[in-house]
């Protein structure tokens, strides 16, 4: 992303002001190279670091869950993490093939486990307990045989945002190791003919920069597998590591690159499955922010521009928490670029702030800008993932459009929502109706 020479940012090969002018505001702009460039870094990562009999890369559709997203990531030949049924819905309705699906969620219901068995989904990551057995019995009455991963909280800290840390013990997700349900689960599992027990999984967290804890997490998989093949004489074949690599989203942010990431994962699999003697296992990671974040940007107009002579001073502009809930969720903090190239070096320093009424409702704080003024475009950049995924309605703001811009072209995504979206799911019941009724007739009710 960058400046031509008339001074205009420009993405994805086109015009930003543009773009805003074509498709509205706020508008989230997503580059389709970008997005396949990631899918490749980390394919050829694989390919030239990981020794074992195959890998898998499966994009983690809660970063950003569209069918144009999904259509590149088919295509590049990854596989699809999906959470939900209505992400797996998505996945279908998409084409995705669905023995390349992985379903996860930590309270997966009847009705989601029966939909995605009956579509043969590629892997269920099983969670917990209620999970095991409502799904042993499910396929064995619908007589679907279900390949599993189970999922291991490993008891390691991913070091990032506690809300977003998610491999410690006694997390609301997977069977804790350390107390020993990891290990039970895969041994119920084994004992379960409606079930083929594929291999393991864990996912310690999100955002994460620092690749030891991986590796930890790593040597922690490979030693449970070593145990399960003592206790049970049972090798798992597959390792699924989840995702978390961190992103850039500020200047002084310094994540690892993509190829460091699949090196530092490989290389710790391969070494501890050398140590205990074990066959290298199928080997998959589920990125999800590092293949999408940097190939979205989020563009605003703004509004009024406040001013205190004490305290922060304010750029409004015309998005807020119910587009990116991230600042009131985690302090998430990002870089704004003007659309304009500023033509001076002065700078002041502004909190970003959005439309909903709640003083929490922040874009990000501290941010130096040029001279703006009411009118004006910004970008905010690194908007990919966790964005229009984490949009909702609040305040009754209708959510931006999705915008794919490719080597100068553009076309919507997402529409975007109308106002008439907003209201025609609700509804008034009668007994409301006749009240208001009687009311504007002067009379009480029932009279
Ligand atoms: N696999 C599993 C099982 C996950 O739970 C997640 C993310 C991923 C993979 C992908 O992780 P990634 O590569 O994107 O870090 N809303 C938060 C992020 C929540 C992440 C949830 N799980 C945010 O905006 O920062």
């Not at 086109?14 to 580059?31: E, I, R």
């Not at 997700?173 to 119920?188: H, P, Q, Y």
């Not at 811009?405 to 008439?420: D, H, L």
């Amino acid at each position: 992303m960058d400046y031509d020479e008339r001074g205009n940012l420009r993405f994805g090969g086109c015009d930003v002001s543009k773009l805003a002018s074509t498709y509205g505001t706020p508008l989230h702009v997503l580059d389709e190279q970008v997005i396949r460039k990631k899918c490749r870094e980390y394919m050829d990562a694989f390919s030239r670091s990981y020794s074992g009999p195959g890998y898998r890369v499966a994009y983690a559709g809660k970063a950003l869950c569209i069918k144009a997203v999904l259509e590149i990531v088919k295509s590049e030949g990854l596989y699809l993490d999906v959470c939900s049924a209505g992400e797996l819905v998505t996945a279908l309705s998409a084409g995705f093939p669905p023995d390349k699906i992985y379903f996860h969620g930590n309270n997966k219901s009847t009705d989601e486990i029966l939909m995605a068995l009956k579509r043969g989904i590629g892997r269920f990551v099983v969670d917990n307990w209620f999970e095991l057995l409502e799904l042993g019995r499910l396929s064995s009455k619908l007589k679907k045989r279900a390949n599993v991963l189970i999922r291991v909280a490993p008891g390691v800290s991913a070091h990032t945002h506690e809300y977003i840390d998610t491999g410690q013990s006694d997390s609301k997700f997977g069977f804790s190791l350390i107390e020993g349900d990891a290990m039970a689960a895969v041994k119920r599992a084994l004992q379960m003919r409606s079930l083929h027990v594929a291999g393991l999984h864990c996912h310690i967290g999100s955002q994460v920069f620092n690749l030891e804890s991986f590796q930890r997490a790593a040597w922690k998989m490979e030693t449970l597998r070593w145990e399960v093949k003592q206790e049970t004489g049972v090798e798992l074949l597959e390792l699924d590591m989840g995702g978390g690599l961190g992103v850039k989203y500020l200047e002084g942010d310094d994540p690892p690159p993509i190829v460091s990431y699949v090196e530092a994962v490989a290389h710790a699999v391969e070494e501890a499955a050398s140590y205990y003697g074990l066959r290298y296992p199928v080997l998959t990671l589920e990125p999800g922010r590092s293949l999408v974040a940097e190939a979205g940007i989020t563009v605003y107009r703004v509004g009024a521009i406040k001013n205190h002579r004490v305290g922060e001073s304010y750029v409004l502009v015309d998005g807020g928490m119910f587009e990116n809930p991230r600042h009131a969720l985690y302090g998430a903090q990002y870089t704004v670029l003007p659309v304009r190239k500023p033509i001076t070096h002065q700078r002041r320093v502004f909190t970003v702030a959005g439309k909903c009424c709640e003083s929490g409702d922040v874009i990000t704080k501290g941010c130096e800008l040029p001279p703006v003024s009411a009118g004006d475009l910004l970008a905010v950049t690194c908007t990919g993932a966790y964005h229009y995924a984490m949009a909702s309605n609040y305040n009754r703001f209708p959510r931006p459009a999705v915008v794919m811009a490719s080597g100068g072209k553009s076309a919507v995504v997402v529409e975007r929502e109308s106002y008439m979206d907003l209201v025609k799911r609700d509804k008034v019941p009668v007994w409301l109706e006749a009240k208001k009724l009687a009311k504007a007739m002067g009379q009480r009710p029932g009279m």
